[in-house]
């Protein structure tokens, strides 16, 4: 099994609306924004090649929408999904499942793209799995996230025939199915999954948005666009204190300067350790 870092383009978030209540006093010390308050986000997400099965966690925005709304994120097309996978060995025709830690745009909007005056999957062999508690909750949208989940990203995945449904019995699933662990947590919003990857004796976690970015790592600092906040305070520091334990490599999907982290036991709570490229690993 081997994984690859797929860069789908970097953009730009509010400050504010990225740390809550933190004031900005303290988070631009690791995340300092520019004359807008913005600061840098990455779309990292993470091909699996595992035998003849590549899986890609999330997809990124995708070019499908118009200057106009790319204009609110201030995209950075330098990085997108055809020429990381093509950096990568592959294309999109290869893709065998797509995974979808959850569907706000940032990280489903890549897998449909545009058809004359429709739209279509952007990967045509491949199986879409999400879970079926987060689809209903993203198909019929509360006001606070109806923003972030789009009809254009979400509806012809199922009218496509390729959606699939991850079973959920328990917080922690062994999904032999997938070929990876799969953590689900409701801060950020209703049954976001976070995969557990484990290669020999390493467990590799892809974050989504319960850890966005290294800056993130205190307890408190919780993104303003989380749904259960309080909610997240106690995920995030169940799972961070049981990472530094036992030293988890964390795959950070915004960070657009750490790819890899691990995180330590401190004084003051967990802290970051060292940092990593995929380079390191693969």
């Given at each position: 099994?081997?994984?690859?870092?797929?860069?789908?383009?970097?953009?730009?978030?509010?400050?504010?609306?990225?740390?809550?209540v933190?004031?900005?006093?303290?988070?631009?010390?690791?995340?300092?924004?520019?004359?807008?308050?913005m600061i840098?986000?990455?779309?990292?997400?993470?091909?699996?090649?595992?035998?003849?099965?590549?899986?890609?966690?999330?997809?990124?925005?995708?070019?499908?929408?118009?200057?106009?709304?790319?204009?609110?994120?201030?995209?950075?097309?330098?990085f997108?999904?055809?020429?990381?996978?093509?950096?990568?060995?592959?294309?999109?025709d290869?893709?065998?499942?797509?995974?979808?830690?959850?569907?706000?745009?940032?990280h489903?909007?890549?897998?449909?793209?545009?058809?004359?005056?429709?739209?279509?999957?952007a990967?045509a062999?491949?199986?879409?799995?999400?879970?079926?508690?987060?689809?209903?909750?993203?198909?019929?949208?509360?006001?606070?996230?109806?923003?972030s989940?789009?009809?254009?990203?979400?509806?012809?995945?199922?009218?496509?025939?390729?959606?699939?449904?991850?079973?959920q019995?328990?917080?922690?699933?062994?999904?032999?199915?997938?070929?990876?662990?799969?953590?689900?947590?409701?801060?950020?919003?209703?049954?976001?999954?976070i995969?557990?990857?484990?290669?020999?004796?390493?467990?590799?976690?892809?974050?989504?948005?319960?850890?966005?970015?290294?800056g993130?790592?205190?307890?408190?600092?919780?993104?303003?666009?989380?749904?259960?906040?309080?909610?997240?305070?106690?995920?995030?520091?169940?799972?961070?204190?049981?990472?530094?334990?036992?030293?988890?490599?964390?795959?950070?999907?915004?960070?657009?300067?750490?790819?890899?982290?691990t995180?330590?036991?401190?004084?003051?709570?967990?802290?970051?350790?060292?940092v990593?490229?995929?380079?390191?690993?693969?």
């Open positions: 099994m081997k994984l690859h870092s797929i860069e789908a383009g970097n953009f730009k978030l509010d400050g504010g609306a990225m740390f809550g933190v004031p900005k006093s303290l988070w631009q010390r690791t995340n300092p924004a520019d004359s807008n308050n840098d986000m990455a779309a990292r997400c993470l091909l699996i090649e595992d035998g003849d099965r590549l899986t890609l966690l999330d997809a990124g925005m995708g070019n499908k929408q118009d200057e106009k709304f790319f204009g609110y994120y201030y995209m950075d097309h330098r997108d999904l055809d020429s990381s996978l093509k950096k990568a060995g592959f294309s999109r290869d893709i065998t499942d797509v995974f979808l830690t959850h569907l706000h745009f940032d489903c909007g890549g897998v449909i793209q545009k058809k004359g005056d429709g739209f279509e999957p990967f062999k491949a199986k879409f799995h999400t879970n079926r508690n987060h689809w209903n909750w993203a198909t019929v949208p509360n006001a606070r996230e109806k923003a989940f789009l009809k254009e990203n979400i509806m012809p995945i199922q009218e496509s025939g390729q959606l699939e449904f991850i079973p019995t328990q917080v922690f699933e062994k999904n032999t199915a997938m070929g990876f662990d799969i953590l689900f947590v409701d801060g950020h919003t209703e049954k976001m999954m995969p557990h990857i484990t290669i020999k004796d390493k467990t590799f976690v892809f974050m989504a948005d319960l850890l966005p970015t290294a993130h790592i205190p307890i408190p600092f919780v993104m303003g666009y989380d749904t259960r906040p309080l909610l997240t305070l106690d995920e995030k520091s169940a799972f961070l204190n049981e990472a530094a334990t036992n030293g988890y490599y964390l795959i950070l999907e915004h960070d657009p300067a750490h790819e890899i982290i995180v330590k036991h401190t004084e003051k709570g967990v802290r970051l350790d060292k990593f490229t995929f380079a390191d690993f693969f």
